[in-house]
């Protein structure tokens, strides 16, 4: 059985769903030419993001970058570091991952 996440990324997704909270992903974006995997996690009508970047080095893996950005994102809801305005995200509740 092929598994599409980490046990990382089952973990965050079980506290996020503790917290009622939703997620989306973006692994389109690029920064200073580097590609980037992005997850924006919205608990409580707030915004948390977190990055993943890519080095010249590495190959693109989504379940890894989804981990990492997934955590990035928890550390600043940790940190209660909370992104007001995010340039992309929950338009409609098509486009996210209610869990």
């Known amino acids: 059985m092929k598994r599409t996440k980490t046990n990382h990324e089952r973990q965050l997704l079980k506290r996020l769903k503790s ?14 030419g580097k590609r980037q995997s992005v997850a924006l996690i919205i608990i409580d009508n707030k ?29 600043n809801y940790d940190k209660k570091n909370d992104c007001p305005n ?5 338009k409609d509740e098509h486009s996210t991952t209610n869990l």
Do not use: C, M
């Open 19 to 32: 917290l009622n909270g939703k997620v989306k992903y973006n692994h389109n974006a690029e920064y200073d």
């Open 47 to 75: 915004f948390y993001q977190g990055t993943a970047t890519l080095s010249e080095k590495d190959q693109f893996n989504r379940k890894l970058g989804r981990a990492i950005a997934l955590g990035r994102a928890f550390k």
């Open 86 to 90: 995010p340039a992309w995200g929950f």
